[in-house]
């Protein structure tokens, strides 16, 4: 709470001081932040500050979680390949349908974070250019059998993909 305090105080008067400073620097700043939290629920519990919050809250965007938007998990994974590979001077030039499908088929508890670093471990363990399901850890794996299991159709992902990228 210390820190929304200061936080709304150099939000108001367009100034900070430095630590052991004594003067004043103004600011011009926009403040872009993001929470996985309700915030409006954070003040209603006292957690944060309704002064700051009514502060901060000009544009709301919300973001659902990757596994609600699966059909956007084919065209972040091209680009995180095309990202880390080119990071990691491992340029990556064919993926596996069973590479895309396992990853459509994941919940991703851990977002895009979690997306973006199986890519990284997968490039990295990649002995050529070429990313194949046998690369991705054996959670996200493991998940095609439980939905062969269940009887979902997990080739439905990967056609709605395939339509959308012609």
């Given at each position: 709470?210390?820190?929304?305090?200061?936080?709304?105080?150099?939000?108001?008067?367009?100034?900070?001081t430095?630590?052991?400073?004594?003067?004043?620097?103004?600011?011009?700043?926009?403040?872009?932040?993001?929470?996985?939290?309700?915030?409006?629920n954070?003040v209603?519990?006292g957690?944060?500050?309704?002064?700051?919050?009514y502060?901060?809250?000009?544009?709301?965007?919300?973001?659902?979680?990757?596994?609600?938007?699966?059909?956007?998990?084919?065209?972040l994974i091209?680009?995180?390949?095309?990202?880390?590979?080119?990071?990691?001077?491992?340029?990556?030039?064919?993926i596996?349908?069973?590479?895309?499908?396992?990853?459509?088929?994941?919940?991703?508890?851990?977002?895009?974070?979690?997306?973006?670093?199986?890519?990284?471990?997968?490039?990295?363990?990649?002995?050529?250019?070429?990313?194949?399901?046998?690369?991705?850890?054996?959670e996200?794996?493991?998940?095609i059998?439980?939905?062969?299991?269940?009887?979902?159709?997990?080739?439905?992902?990967?056609?709605?993909?395939?339509?959308s990228?012609?």
């Amino acid at each position: 709470m210390d820190m929304q305090t200061a936080l709304l105080r150099a939000i108001e008067e367009k100034a900070v001081t430095r630590i052991g400073g004594k003067t004043a620097c103004s600011v011009a700043v926009r403040i872009i932040a993001a929470t996985n939290k309700d915030l409006l629920n954070q003040v209603e519990k006292g957690h944060f500050r309704n002064n700051l919050y009514y502060r901060l809250n000009v544009i709301t965007i919300k973001l659902p979680p990757l596994r609600e938007r699966k059909g956007d998990i084919p065209i972040l994974i091209k680009n995180l390949v095309n990202k880390i590979g080119e990071q990691l001077d491992h340029r990556i030039k064919n993926i596996d349908s069973g590479f895309y499908m396992a990853c459509s088929l994941f919940n991703w508890p851990g977002n895009i974070r979690q997306l973006q670093n199986t890519i990284e471990f997968c490039i990295n363990l990649a002995k050529s250019s070429y990313l194949g399901l046998d690369l991705l850890p054996e959670e996200i794996r493991k998940n095609i059998n439980l939905h062969e299991e269940h009887k979902l159709d997990p080739t439905k992902i990967m056609k709605s993909y395939i339509v959308s990228q012609t």
